[in-house]
DNA sequence: TCGGCCATTAAAGTTAACTTTAACTCAGTT
DNA sequence: AACTGAGTTAAAGTTAACTTTAATGGCCGA
């Protein structure tokens, strides 16, 4: 059972983040020292760094509560919440291809910078 | 010439975007008719379909207007240009690689799904 | 000349995801 | 007893990138 302060060096994630994501119902269940302060265990951890990853794909923290909320109701939502993680890969998949698709005009940019500093050499003008 | 209304149908950017944009410096130079409304040309066009790119692949605004600056400058900051795109192209190529290694961590809960579900029937429990 | 459509600007509003602040408490140290 | 450092909450503030609104005007066909 570790601290907020220490959860947020081992992930990454600033305490006023966890704060925030907790009372947006996205880490339910911490637990509570005599004094009111939070108190985070293995189980918690793995699942900041599991919210961590659908942030950084781009799920909005509604769709996570919604998850969580899943969760929460127990084996009953399996399906439901394995088809919510599908539909996130293949967002995933289709961000990861519009990404290459954007690299391959600033490729096309950069081929074009090569071509007009080769004729700027060629020329013997300095840039 | 045509219409800031057919430049939104073209690009898929709505026009208070596209005037949002050349009032953050994005699209110098755009022409006006008689009466002061906008006209694009070819060059204006393919201009957005580029800043659309950079934006897609999160480039951020201020920095797209630091690369216009840049070109209306002249041949002089060619190189510097180009450091531009190599520098957000490495960066696209780590938001890739980002992504996969974060949807790694959603096939992993997606396996785990898999063999809760093949748990379930095995069991006969229907969910 | 009227309605409809398209345009203009400046300014205000929106949204998501945090972050910061203010006021307070509590535990341990000197 | 005073200080330090970490925690608490509720509320306000921030940021980026747009979007919407309000007030205005030109043009064109019926």
Redesign the interface.
């Known amino acids: 059972m570790i601290s907020i302060k220490e959860v947020a060096e081992i992930t990454g994630i600033s305490a006023s983040t966890l704060r925030y994501y907790e009372s947006e119902g996205l880490l339910p269940y911490v637990k509570r020292d005599e004094g009111g302060k939070r108190l985070y265990d293995k189980e918690d951890i793995e699942w900041v760094?599991?919210i961590t990853?659908?942030r950084?794909?781009g799920m909005p923290i509604v769709q996570i509560r919604e998850y969580v909320r899943l969760f929460q109701e127990g084996?009953?939502t399996?399906?439901e919440?394995?088809r919510m993680?599908?539909n996130?890969?293949k967002e995933?998949?289709n961000?990861?291809k519009?990404?290459?698709r954007?690299?391959d005009?600033?490729?096309y940019?950069?081929a074009l910078?090569d071509i007009?500093?080769a004729q700027?050499n060629h020329s013997s003008i300095k840039?």
């Open positions: 760094h599991f990853a659908l950084a794909t084996n009953g399996i399906s919440r394995k993680m599908l996130h890969k995933i998949e961000k990861i519009e990404l290459y954007n690299m005009k600033i490729n940019k950069l910078y007009l500093e700027m840039i």
